[in-house]
Structures are given as C-alpha cells and as structure tokens.
C-alpha cells in the first residue's frame, strides 16, 4: 500500500520536474513570458508545384504530356523490380515531370524524375 502511494505522488512530481513545470494551461494562461522564435518550415519540394488528378487526365489527353504508365515504365528501366509507390505530375524548372516514389526489395525508397513531355529519366535520388 506505501509502494503505491509513493508511486502515485512520485510520479507528477517527475513529470512537473521534466517540463519544468510549464505545460499547456501554462501557455493558455499567459504563464510562457518567453517568446519561442517561429523556425518557418521549408516544402520539401521547394520549386514544386503539383497537379491534381483532374488536371493530369487533362493534360495526358490534351498530348501534352505521356500517360503515367510510360512513365512508371521508363522508372522501372532504371530501377529495376522496384515496386512503384505513387507517380505524380509536377511543375518543375524544367516544365512539366513526374515525380516517382519506388520501393526497392532492400526496403528502400528512391525517387526517380522523368519528364513528361519525353517521358525520359531526368534524374534519381
């Protein structure tokens, strides 16, 4: 029975003392005098700009770009027996590419670009 008591004011006491006391109330009530810097959060594209699946099937039939399976197709040429992931159609420096996500048998994921108009590899990573 003590062992549980201890337990069970032994506990809050270390979770105040690991966040020093400040938690989620502590910032609701005005107790944080200390203003955290905004760190701004980069895309991990930079650049990128993708295209919805409406705006893919319009420009696959309009020819202005291959259909996604030359595309997943010329990705599997450079990586192959990978499995593809997702393929998406994005504005890039270049113009328009595809962007691939493949997964290879060592558990890996690679990202391979291909370009639309061509439907060649532009690139690997």
């Known amino acids: 029975m003590r062992l549980a008591l201890v337990l ?11 966040t020093d006391g400040l938690g989620p109330l502590a910032e609701e009530t005005g107790a944080v005098t200390a203003a955290q810097p905004q760190i701004p959060r980069e895309p991990l594209n930079k650049g990128d700009d993708c295209l919805s699946p409406a705006d ?3 420009a696959v039939a309009d020819k202005r770009v291959v259909a996604p399976i030359a595309a997943i197709r010329a990705a599997r ?49």
């Open 8 to 18: 069970l004011l032994a506990v809050p006491a270390v979770a105040l003392l690991a």
């Open 56 to 58: 893919l099937r319009e």
């Open 77 to 125: 040429q450079v990586i192959p027996r990978a499995e593809i992931q997702r393929a998406t159609l994005c504005r890039h420096d270049q113009g328009l590419v595809y962007l691939l996500t493949a997964l290879r048998r060592d558990g890996q994921f690679v990202k391979v670009m291909v370009d639309a108009q061509s439907g060649q590899v532009a690139g690997q990573w």
